[in-house]
């Protein structure tokens, strides 16, 4: 596996950088997008992530147009913000029928236009965009997409295969989007679209992976489920690949732990192209350090001094434990952005609560994350039930519950309406969110412990209009879950909800949970700690590299501590096993 250069990756017009999250897709676009620009190419830099940070990384403003980078010439930048894209969508549609029908009539067509659908086909608009415009193809040699965490990235791609064939076979149109006028207009578009995506000659798709097994592992499993739809010219990069220059301890850890995952490294990427970028001992942003990243003599910064590292303590996890135990029962959730550890720390978490005597539910919403525990003894078994919420299987129950509900009762055009309806994208979010809404309802007896997906994943679950959720469920299956109507009103309860921010002590993953935070205030859901996971910082090591990147995280645990949070919990680096050890020690 060699080392990455730009000129790497300058083979195909259209890039599209994907991956779980955390694992650097935004730098590494950012990165190569400059080295390409600085090479004399035009390049456009397109963000679709609902949790962008282009502005993060060039320490600039990014407009939903192009915007200059001031400090690249010839690069260009775009924050594509779905949900501001679906509200010019939805009010592009309703505007024209304000003052001609019913205040009724007008909020139901918003209504039917605030859900995840609209979001995606608002998005998935602009992104056709840019992949058919003649004039951003002639303007730029280069478009990068920095696309979502791999769930968000997977529902994107597959837009244009799904809805193709659910244009194809719908005899009524897309009726689970409402009044979405133009829809069979867009059939063109999305196929030409899909065709750029496909072809190899022209789109290449960019798989970014940590050297750790889970990373590798989901990587695989994106690139797997995107070669299923015709997109086969895949490049991976391992990035933050770490070379130890002593004996430290944690040094040794790091890089024998790394070691291992690539020579695990699935066999699906034999047949694809293989390089890697280094741990560098700074963190990437700004100008500077993106264009440190080509300079092959670069990866440690000189060694730190004590005086150069200030003094900061911190609780341990524990302290959580302790705190919630006197309450017996309620709901813990760890939210943020993903690759944080949030399954770890809820379930470090969870376990502490068991060793205590409590009953806890332990689970999952998380698609891109798979619970499973061995090892637990007799007494922590009957204590601690561990389950995850499988899309797919929630929504094949969803559906089986809907149809057979109803079958006896509708007419054949009904029942084809109602067929009709759960074949939209729609039906996976109403699903999961009642899914979710029955396990939050069983803490009225137990602890409920709930590793949520990352931020964007999470902000469509809790954050989108209660009210438009329940009167999705309403008009699909005919009557609302109690768990659904009980589940806002719930989660904004601080005596029955409690809220963990979870971070790495680095700039993206905080800048991106403290807008998070901000979306959560907005719900009236204040959360309780912050968790700063994975420190360098609080392990003490001498490497110089590692030394650099603890250095640089002091910065971020103290703007958490001291500006972000109204509690702090500290969790020091372990190597992956470790840290999956220790879930048993809290």
Same mark, same amino acid.
């Given at each position: 596996?060699?080392?990455? #250069?730009?000129?790497?990756?300058?083979?195909?017009?259209?890039?599209?950088?994907?991956?779980?999250?955390?694992?650097?897709?935004?730098?590494?676009?950012?990165?190569?997008?400059?080295?390409?620009?600085?090479?004399?190419?035009?390049?456009?830099?397109?963000? +679709?992530? *609902?949790?962008?940070?282009?502005?993060?990384?060039?320490?600039?403003?990014?407009?939903?147009?192009?915007?200059?980078?001031?400090?690249? *010439?010839?690069?260009?930048?775009?924050?594509?913000?779905?949900?501001?894209?679906?509200?010019?969508?939805?009010?592009?549609?309703?505007?024209?029928?304000?003052?001609?029908?019913?205040?009724?009539?007008?909020?139901?067509?918003? $209504?039917?236009?605030?859900?995840?659908?609209?979001?995606? /086909?608002?998005?998935?608009?602009?992104?056709?965009?840019?992949?058919?415009?003649?004039?951003?193809?002639?303007?730029?040699?280069?478009?990068?997409?920095?696309?979502?965490?791999?769930?968000?990235?997977?529902?994107?791609?597959?837009?244009?295969?799904?809805?193709?064939?659910?244009?194809?076979?719908?005899?009524?149109?897309?009726?689970?989007?409402?009044?979405?006028?133009?829809?069979?207009?867009?059939?063109?578009?999305?196929?030409?679209?899909?065709?750029?995506?496909?072809?190899?000659?022209?789109?290449?798709?960019?798989?970014?992976?940590?050297?750790?097994?889970?990373?590798?592992?989901?990587?695989?499993?994106?690139?797997?489920?995107? #070669?299923?739809?015709?997109?086969?010219?895949?490049?991976? /990069?391992?990035?933050?690949?770490?070379?130890?220059?002593?004996?430290?301890?944690?040094?040794?850890?790091?890089?024998?732990?790394?070691?291992?995952?690539?020579?695990?490294?699935?066999?699906?990427?034999?047949?694809?192209?293989?390089?890697?970028?280094?741990?560098?001992?700074?963190?990437?942003?700004?100008?500077?350090?993106?264009?440190?990243?080509?300079?092959?003599?670069?990866?440690?910064?000189?060694?730190?001094? $004590?005086?150069?590292?200030? =003094?900061?303590?911190?609780? =341990?996890?524990?302290?959580?434990?302790?705190?919630?135990?006197?309450?017996?029962?309620?709901?813990?959730?760890?939210?943020?952005?993903?690759? &944080?550890?949030?399954?770890?720390?809820?379930?470090?978490?969870?376990?502490?609560?068991?060793?205590?005597?409590?009953?806890?539910?332990?689970?999952?919403?998380? *698609?891109?994350?798979?619970?499973?525990?061995?090892?637990?003894?007799?007494?922590?078994? !009957?204590?601690?039930?561990?389950?995850?919420?499988?899309?797919?299987?929630?929504?094949?129950?969803?559906?089986?519950?809907?149809?057979?509900?109803?079958?006896?009762?509708? +007419?054949?055009?009904?029942?084809?309406?109602?067929?009709?309806?759960?074949?939209?994208?729609?039906?996976?979010?109403?699903?999961?969110?009642?899914a979710f809404a029955e396990v939050v309802e069983e803490a009225d007896n137990e602890f409920v412990i709930i590793d949520t997906a990352p931020t964007g994943h999470t902000l469509l679950l809790l954050l989108d209009s209660a009210g438009s959720y329940e009167k999705? &469920?309403?008009? =699909?299956?005919?009557?609302?879950?109690?768990?659904?109507?009980?589940?806002?009103?719930?989660?904004?309860?601080?005596? $029955?909800?409690?809220?963990?921010?979870?971070?790495?002590?680095?700039?993206?993953?905080?800048?991106?949970? !403290?807008?998070?935070?901000?979306?959560?205030?907005r719900a009236s859901i204040q959360p309780h700690w912050w968790i700063i996971n994975q420190s360098l910082y609080g392990a003490g090591t001498t490497d110089p590299v590692? #030394?650099?990147?603890?250095?640089?995280?002091?910065?971020?645990?103290?703007?958490?501590?001291?500006?972000?949070?109204?509690?702090?919990?500290?969790?020091?680096?372990?190597?992956?096993?470790?840290?999956?050890?220790?879930?048993?020690?809290?």
């Open positions: 596996m060699e080392r990455l #250069q730009a000129e790497n990756l300058n083979g195909t017009r259209y890039l599209f950088f994907t991956g779980k999250g955390g694992v650097g897709k935004t730098t590494t676009a950012c990165a190569i997008g400059t080295s390409l620009a600085d090479s004399g190419s035009h390049v456009l830099l397109v963000s +679709t992530d *609902p949790a962008s940070n282009l502005q993060d990384v060039f320490e600039q403003k990014i407009e939903q147009t192009a915007t200059a980078i001031a400090s690249v *010439p010839g690069l260009h930048a775009i924050n594509l913000d779905p949900e501001e894209a679906a509200k010019t969508y939805r009010d592009s549609v309703v505007g024209p029928y304000r003052g001609l029908l019913p205040e009724d009539a007008i909020t139901n067509m918003e $209504e039917q236009l605030s859900g995840a659908c609209t979001t995606e /086909i608002a998005a998935f608009d602009e992104f056709s965009h840019l992949l058919t415009d003649k004039p951003v193809a002639e303007a730029y040699d280069f478009v990068l997409f920095d696309t979502a965490p791999t769930g968000h990235t997977l529902r994107l791609l597959q837009l244009p295969l799904a809805w193709s064939s659910f244009l194809e076979t719908s005899d009524h149109g897309a009726s689970c989007l409402g009044p979405l006028s133009g829809l069979e207009a867009k059939k063109e578009l999305y196929q030409d679209a899909l065709h750029t995506l496909t072809d190899q000659a022209k789109t290449s798709l960019i798989l970014v992976a940590r050297p750790d097994i889970s990373s590798l592992k989901e990587a695989e499993r994106a690139g797997r489920e995107l #070669q299923d739809i015709g997109i086969e010219n895949q490049t991976l /990069i391992v990035n933050g690949l770490f070379q130890r220059s002593t004996e430290d301890a944690t040094a040794v850890q790091l890089e024998q732990g790394q070691q291992e995952a690539i020579d695990a490294l699935p066999a699906f990427f034999a047949d694809k192209k293989q390089y890697y970028l280094p741990l560098f001992g700074f963190h990437l942003t700004g100008m500077d350090s993106l264009r440190r990243l080509w300079n092959e003599e670069e990866s440690a910064s000189p060694s730190v001094s $004590e005086e150069e590292r200030p =003094s900061l303590e911190l609780p =341990s996890l524990s302290s959580i434990v302790e705190e919630l135990a006197p309450l017996e029962k309620g709901v813990f959730m760890t939210m943020g952005k993903g690759g &944080v550890g949030k399954t770890t720390v809820a379930a470090s978490v969870a376990m502490g609560l068991v060793k205590k005597g409590l009953r806890v539910h332990l689970t999952t919403t998380d *698609p891109a994350n798979h619970l499973s525990y061995s090892g637990l003894t007799k007494d922590m078994k !009957e204590k601690l039930k561990v389950s995850s919420i499988d899309p797919k299987q929630v929504v094949a129950d969803y559906k089986a519950k809907v149809l057979a509900d109803v079958t006896g009762e509708l +007419t054949e055009d009904e029942l084809a309406y109602i067929k009709e309806d759960l074949e939209s994208p729609c039906t996976e979010e109403i699903a999961v969110f009642q999705e &469920v309403e008009r =699909s299956s005919g009557s609302v879950n109690k768990a659904v109507t009980n589940l806002l009103p719930r989660l904004r309860n601080p005596e $029955e909800t409690f809220v963990a921010v979870v971070t790495l002590p680095e700039a993206t993953p905080v800048l991106e949970a !403290e807008r998070l935070q901000e979306d959560l205030k590692l #030394q650099g990147r603890s250095a640089a995280e002091y910065r971020w645990i103290n703007k958490v501590s001291t500006e972000l949070a109204d509690r702090a919990v500290l969790i020091p680096w372990k190597p992956a096993e470790t840290a999956a050890a220790s879930v048993q020690k809290v």
